[in-house]
């Protein structure tokens, strides 16, 4: 699987130590609330987790709109400069000093797309 946020049903089937998903959810919850691990949600709604970008750094994702996965994408430095820029103008004018931004793409993925052709 492509690195990329997991929910806790993806994170049960990929272990090689597989704990029960009641706990796992637990686990999650108490990394959530201390910082590690950030929770995002997909187009499907479902809770998927990652390392904070304090630990990961910044990054961007994308997300398919058919069946929910989520991977990191690469974005080119230049490109990564003009989404500051443009999150900066559009927070400054709300009269706010813009720290970081979060930037998802919605798209059909590969898999998806060659079902639906
Ligand atoms: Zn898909
Ligand atoms: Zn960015």
């Not at 990394?31 to 998927?48: I, M, P, S, T, Y």
């Amino acid at each position: 699987m492509a690195p990329g946020p997991r929910s806790a049903a993806e994170l049960a089937f990929e272990s090689t130590n597989p704990l029960p998903v009641s706990s796992l959810y637990r686990t999650l919850s108490i990394f959530e609330e201390a910082g590690v691990l950030k929770r995002d949600h997909g187009a499907d709604g479902v809770a998927r987790y990652e390392l904070s970008e304090w630990l990961t750094g910044h990054h961007h994702h994308i997300i398919c709109v058919s069946c929910g996965a989520i991977e990191d994408i690469d974005v080119p430095t230049n490109s990564e400069k003009t989404l500051h820029d443009i999150a900066s103008g559009i927070g400054g004018r709300a009269g706010y000093r813009v720290l970081d931004h979060v930037l998802e793409v919605e798209g059909v993925c590969r898999n998806c797309d060659l079902q639906h052709h």
